[in-house]
C-alpha cells in the first residue's frame, strides 16, 4: 500500500508542476500531428473566401502558434 500512496503523491506532483509551469508560461500546447494541414488541407470548409469568423479565428490561431512552446 505504501507503493501506491507514494507512487500517486508523485504523480500529483508531476502534473501540479506541469500545470504550474502552463500557467506561468501562457503559451498554448502544440499538438505533434499536424492535424489537417499534414494532409496538404488548408481549411475544412469548401469556400473560397473564409467567414468573418473564420478569419477572426485564424488570425488568433496565427497569433497562438506564433506564442507556442515548441
Do not use: H
Not at 505504501?2 to 498554448?28: H, W
Amino acid at each position: 500500500m505504501e507503493v501506491f500512496v507514494l507512487t500517486f503523491i508523485v504523480l500529483l506532483v508531476v502534473v501540479a508542476a506541469m500545470a504550474i509551469g502552463y500557467m506561468v508560461q501562457r503559451k498554448t500546447i502544440a499538438g505533434s500531428c499536424g492535424g489537417l494541414a499534414a494532409l496538404g488541407i488548408e481549411k475544412a470548409c469548401d469556400c473560397d473566401k473564409p467567414c468573418e469568423k473564420r478569419q477572426e479565428r485564424m488570425r488568433k490561431e496565427k497569433e497562438w502558434q506564433d506564442n507556442k512552446i515548441i
